[in-house]
């Protein structure tokens, strides 16, 4: 509803993982380079983790990106709430295997002839599984058995688990140990420090604008770290509220009291001067319901 008013193409602050507008702080680059050398350098096990929020998913969308398609092949599995066999499944589907009506040793051997083909054209294969914290144990140990597929020299098959703190934690499980000891790389990504954090916020609205002229003042900025603690997903959260705010104020410069606002508006909190924002909310959900 403020795209014209602000002179944007799209709303700056969504929450669906979009690689067009990766921020690319120092934590997020040393994140891909660790990715990009554990593929080249075929190291089998990449661990990524990270607070919920911090822009996982995004990376890996942006690695995607990244790789040569002539060069790599990859699968991506973003639902790993799965039994074993559906998520073996669920790999052979992305890399374009046929998987129905097969059993679980039918479904290794289509995945490994695949890999040795892949091997012998030149190519690198590679499985990022994302959320990898909702892996049972018995489907992350079925995961480990995927690194098994090997030749004299070299992994057929290079893994990527994203996942949040409670992965690392429940790689830390004995009966998990074997795959603990698999990883060669890991990498834990962090958010945002208070610079980033302004420079993340501009960077969204660039990359939304249309002929247009929006930016957060310097406070602004400021308080809004405050909230976020710098973790990407919670600055979209109350950018966007703030940008509600100050079109509801006719403001094109989002400032302080609009963030104000906007946080007080996610909390459920009505402010002293009942805000339009808080109105706007209040009879936007009377509607809904």
């Given at each position: 509803?403020y795209?014209?008013?602000?002179?944007?193409?799209?709303?700056?602050f969504?929450?669906?993982?979009?690689?067009?507008?990766?921020?690319?702080?120092e934590?997020?680059?040393e994140?891909?380079?660790h990715?990009?050398?554990?593929i080249?350098?075929?190291?089998?096990?990449v661990?990524?983790?990270?607070?919920?929020g911090?822009?996982?998913?995004?990376l890996?969308r942006?690695?995607?990106?990244?790789?040569?398609?002539g060069?790599?092949?990859t699968a991506?599995i973003?639902?790993?709430?799965?039994?074993?066999?559906?998520?073996l499944?669920?790999?052979?589907?992305?890399?374009?295997?046929?998987?129905?009506?097969?059993?679980?040793?039918?479904?290794l051997?289509v995945?490994?002839?695949?890999l040795l083909?892949?091997?012998?054209?030149g190519?690198?294969?590679?499985?990022?599984?994302d959320?990898?914290?909702?892996?049972?144990?018995?489907?992350?140990?079925?995961?480990?058995l995927l690194?098994?597929?090997?030749?004299?020299?070299e992994?057929?098959?290079?893994i990527?688990?994203?996942?949040?703190?409670e992965?690392?934690?429940?790689?830390?499980?004995?009966?998990?140990?074997?795959?603990?000891q698999?990883?060669?790389?890991?990498?834990?990504?962090?958010?945002?420090?208070?610079?980033e954090?302004?420079?993340?916020?501009?960077h969204?609205l660039?990359?939304?604008r249309?002929?247009?002229?929006?930016s957060?003042?310097?406070?602004?900025?400021?308080?809004?770290?405050?909230?976020?603690?710098?973790?990407?997903?919670?600055?979209?959260m109350?950018?966007?509220?703030a940008?509600?705010?100050?079109y509801?104020?006719?403001s094109?410069?989002?400032?302080?009291?609009?963030v104000?606002e906007?946080?007080?508006?996610?909390?459920?909190?009505?402010?002293?001067?009942?805000?339009?924002?808080?109105?706007?909310f209040?009879h936007n959900k009377?509607?809904?319901s």
């Amino acid at each position: 509803m403020y795209l014209k008013f602000f002179g944007l193409n799209q709303k700056p602050f969504g929450l669906t993982p979009d690689p067009k507008f990766l921020f690319f702080s120092e934590k997020h680059r040393e994140g891909l380079d660790h990715l990009l050398y554990g593929i080249h350098q075929k190291e089998g096990f990449v661990l990524i983790s990270g607070d919920t929020g911090t822009g996982k998913t995004t990376l890996c969308r942006a690695l995607l990106e990244r790789l040569d398609s002539g060069e790599v092949t990859t699968a991506l599995i973003l639902n790993p709430l799965l039994s074993e066999e559906e998520l073996l499944k669920a790999i052979l589907e992305d890399f374009g295997l046929p998987a129905k009506g097969a059993t679980r040793k039918q479904l290794l051997d289509v995945l490994n002839d695949f890999l040795l083909k892949s091997l012998a054209a030149g190519k690198t294969t590679v499985l990022i599984i994302d959320e990898a914290q909702n892996l049972s144990t018995r489907c992350l140990e079925q995961v480990r058995l995927l690194s098994n597929l090997e030749t004299d020299k070299e992994k057929l098959i290079q893994i990527i688990l994203v996942g949040s703190e409670e992965l690392p934690a429940k790689l830390e499980l004995p009966e998990l140990r074997h795959l603990q000891q698999r990883i060669s790389l890991r990498y834990q990504l962090r958010p945002l420090n208070k610079e980033e954090t302004g420079r993340y916020l501009q960077h969204r609205l660039n990359m939304a604008r249309g002929a247009g002229s929006t930016s957060f003042e310097k406070v602004a900025h400021r308080e809004i770290y405050r909230f976020s603690k710098g973790v990407p997903r919670l600055i979209n959260m109350i950018a966007e509220r703030a940008l509600l705010a100050a079109y509801l104020a006719e403001s094109r410069q989002i400032k302080q009291v609009h963030v104000l606002e906007g946080r007080q508006s996610l909390s459920g909190r009505s402010p002293s001067n009942q805000s339009k924002l808080f109105l706007w909310f209040s009879h936007n959900k009377h509607r809904a319901s």
